[in-house]
């Protein structure tokens, strides 16, 4: 039986996630590796936050739903990255990413049907 609240629990930790992945590309800019810097490295606090933040929410939906539904929902994540960094990165989404993209979602869709 798929459980939607799992689904949609797992949906929203992979935008955390990827959220997190565009705080951590955007802080990485200014890494230094010194415990000092790093700590007043805003973008990468946020980044490592979120990623945290969406683990909470990724392992309630593994305790409610299948792994074997689950997990594969996990490749929502590249959609979010590729979208996030297209709007806030300013990075080129080609024929090659846009097809990646639609198979993911057929492959989800297959997955949960």
Excluded at 45 to 64: A, D, H, P, R, V
Excluded at 91 to 105: H, P, Q, S, Y
Aim: aromatic letters at 14%.
């Amino acid at each position: 039986m798929i459980n939607i609240i799992a689904i949609l629990l797992v949906s929203i930790a992979t935008l955390i996630g990827s959220a997190g992945a565009l705080f951590l590309k955007l802080g990485s800019a200014k890494v230094k590796f010194s415990i000092k810097e790093l700590i007043k490295n805003f973008n990468l606090l946020l980044g490592l936050f979120l990623y945290c933040f969406s683990t909470i929410f990724y392992i309630i939906s593994l305790k409610m739903g299948e792994l074997t539904i689950i997990y594969p929902l996990t490749s929502l994540s590249y959609i979010w990255t590729a979208l996030l960094s297209k709007k806030f990165l300013k990075e080129k989404l080609n024929i090659f990413k846009w097809t990646g993209i639609l198979l993911i979602i057929a492959g989800i869709y297959f997955i949960v049907r």
